[in-house]
């Protein structure tokens, strides 16, 4: 959630951590700050100007002293305490000589900090990180070197961190540690680094560590070393990071969104490439699992969170379809805690973009614990997801900075739906005609989407006029359904208008109550199986006074009759259709937000990867 960075033995300190910062803004955004460190000093600036915070930190930081080789830096997304100055990051120990960076969430803080308060330390912010800066003091007064104070420090606090700290007295050294929340090392000749993310130092690293959790490392200008909760030596694993700058910044689009949503048919294509052996063969390079084992999977239960939730429903329906496994699909955060049944044969999907996304890894570590195989579906090589389930199945949609998720999603069902027809492929719960059918469905999705795109203007026209509406409804049968809801998810999350997702034949048991002239439903119509029945949904809101945009394939020739206004997709697969037909709903709450004046790219409250439960 929060963004960290920290640099040792840089000759432009300052600007390697406000860069850093500004790359990490879409973690969390309510506040930032830096800590400049050297022999006997610490030099702290902090803002906590919303999503301006980090401009206003760079201004803050114009009179900042010179000379400083070392530092740590940090944007916050508000957990303990109010997104204020005083509580944003780093916090200092009662010397001011102790710096900390943390994202997470210390879940014992209170009775820390009761306990520290009682030997006389005195607190300056109401954050739960403030008690590791007074742990780590009382450490290091009694005689530890910085790692080992820390490493005392952490063995008295529970929850989640990804911390760095630094302390004056022994400059040029960054102490960094990891449980559940994501850390890199990095390292370039004379200078390490540390952050949550690495496009944080992108450009500036040339190699970049993971740091696993519990495991310290003490950074200094000549490189790093790590150590386990015990003070034993651990080795990072070197990762492979094939990023370059470039794909982290907007490329010519004026937000990352846009740039996102244009990016998606890449992002099928990559996903789809290179995934048949010459024998037919669906293959997965990176799956670190078996034919057999597959083979044996008697049920299916996919855990994810919001977009990546939405992809899961797809999935669904395609497996469910083509291999004939049931399947189940459970929101992350609920899954963990209502005792879930896993029988042997009983294999987990855990779908996340970011791969660090908190709910999503806990309800993987409690499938594993039930003895569960669990499959991630990520977009980060290496993610914490990818390295903690059994297996893997990347997709390639490149870096998503923009909040609201959209490549991703694209490239999600592609990934499940190949995985779904493996399935199928080793079951032979599909013919091979069928298989090479469908195959070649699935590759012809990324035109489909770039012929959509080209229709842009035509969805600006219809925003343009819906400029005053507040309410929206969106709805859809089958995978229609899942569409809807990631298309009332993107509406409301970057224009805060209210917007739900419904399965259309629900409309009657209740929210029907709610229409009325002024209200807008969106329907997706697509499925030719369905729709006649969407198009009597079509009618009961009509009959209402709703206005209706339909998501209609080129041949619908029924539709202009019944909808106010028809956004037209190419014809596919309805088992294709999520990919295709989301791109218009996208494009949809893409305008509408960037009519009302909206950041699309950093809606509020929000952040890009939620790593606090
Ligand atoms: O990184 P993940 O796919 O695990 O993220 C899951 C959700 O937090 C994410 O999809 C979120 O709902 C997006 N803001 C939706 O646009």
Same mark, same amino acid.
């Given at each position: ?115 520290? *308060? ?11 990180? /403030? ?31 990804? &911390? ?128 057999? /084992? ?36 459970? &929101? ?16 987990? &999907? ?15 570590? /409690? ?53 779904? @027809? ?47 509406? *507040? ?5 859809? *049968? ?18 805060? @208008? ?33 729709? /006649? ?15 209706? &945009? ?37 494009? @949809? ?25």
């Amino acid at each position: 959630m929060c963004g960290i960075i920290g640099v040792v033995g840089s000759t432009d300190t300052l600007a390697t951590l406000l860069q850093g910062l500004q790359r990490l803004e879409y973690r969390g955004y309510d506040s930032a700050g830096v800590a400049l460190v050297r022999a006997g000093h610490t030099w702290r600036a902090r803002t906590a100007e919303g999503t301006e915070s980090v401009a206003a930190l760079r201004r803050e930081c114009a009179d900042a002293p010179e000379g400083y080789r070392s530092g740590i830096g940090h944007t916050r997304w508000a957990t303990h305490g109010a997104p204020e100055a005083e509580n944003a990051h780093p916090h200092l120990d009662c010397s001011g000589h102790v710096a900390i960076i943390h994202n997470g969430i210390i879940e014992n803080h209170t009775e820390l900090r009761e306990e520290l *308060r009682e030997r006389g330390h005195v607190f300056t912010s109401v954050t739960d990180t /403030e008690v590791v800066a007074h742990l780590v003091e009382e450490l290091r007064a009694s005689g530890f070197d910085l790692l080992d104070a820390v490493r005392h420090a952490l063995a008295r606090v529970r929850g989640a961190f990804a &911390i760095a700290v630094m302390d004056a007295t022994e400059p040029d050294v960054i102490v960094a540690a990891r449980r559940i929340s994501p850390l890199v090392v990095g390292t370039s000749p004379g200078v390490t680094y540390v952050a949550s993310d690495v496009p944080a130092i992108l450009g500036r690293s040339t190699a970049f560590y993971a740091v696993n959790d519990d495991e310290i490392v003490r950074l200094g200008p000549e490189g790093f070393r790590a150590v386990d909760l015990e003070g034993a030596p651990v080795r990072l694993r070197q990762l492979q990071i094939d990023w370059d700058l470039e794909t982290a910044e907007k490329g010519g689009f004026d937000d990352f969104m846009s740039k996102e949503i244009a990016e998606q048919p890449a992002a099928v294509r990559a996903t789809l490439l290179d995934r048949r052996h010459r024998d037919g063969a669906i293959v997965f390079d990176e799956l670190r699992i078996s034919d057999q /084992e597959l083979l044996d999977v008697q049920r299916v239960v996919l855990v994810a969170c919001g977009t990546s939730l939405h992809a899961a429903h797809v999935a669904k329906y395609a497996i469910e379809r083509w291999s004939r496994l049931s399947v189940e699909v459970d &929101i992350a955060s609920e899954y963990r805690y209502r005792d879930p049944i896993v029988e042997i044969g009983t294999l987990v &999907i855990g779908v996340s973009q970011s791969g660090e996304t908190i709910d999503t890894i806990q309800a993987i570590r /409690e499938a594993q614990r039930r003895g569960a195989r669990v499959v991630a579906i990520s977009n980060i090589v290496d993610s914490s997801l990818a390295r903690e389930a059994d297996a893997v199945i990347y997709t390639r949609a490149g870096l998503e900075v923009s909040v609201a998720s959209t490549k991703a999603f694209v490239a999600q069902v592609a990934a499940l739906e190949l995985l779904a @027809l493996r399935l199928a492929q080793l079951r032979k719960t599909l013919t091979p005609e069928e298989i090479e059918r469908y195959v070649a469905g699935l590759n012809e999705v990324p035109d489909h989407v770039a012929t959509v795109l080209d229709r842009r203007d035509d969805v600006d026209a219809v925003a343009r006029q819906l400029l005053d509406a *507040r309410d929206y409804f969106f709805i859809g *049968r089958h995978v229609g359904y899942p569409t809807a809801l990631e298309g009332a998810l993107k509406l409301k999350e970057i224009t805060y @208008l209210h917007a739900e997702g419904y399965a259309a034949g629900e409309l009657k048991h209740g929210p029907l109550a709610l229409i009325e002239p002024g209200v807008i439903v969106v329907a997706v119509t697509t499925d030719p199986l369905m729709h /006649e029945k969407i198009l009597s949904n079509v009618a009961e809101v009509k009959a209402r006074g709703a206005t209706v &945009i339909a998501v209609a394939t080129d041949e619908d020739g029924r539709i202009d009759a019944v909808a106010d206004f028809v956004l037209r997709v190419p014809a596919s697969d309805p088992m294709f259709s999520p990919m295709i037909d989301i791109v218009p709903l996208q494009l @949809l709450a893409y305008s509408l937000a960037r009519g009302l004046g909206r950041n699309v790219d950093r809606p509020r409250n929000l952040a890009k990867t939620v790593t606090v439960e």
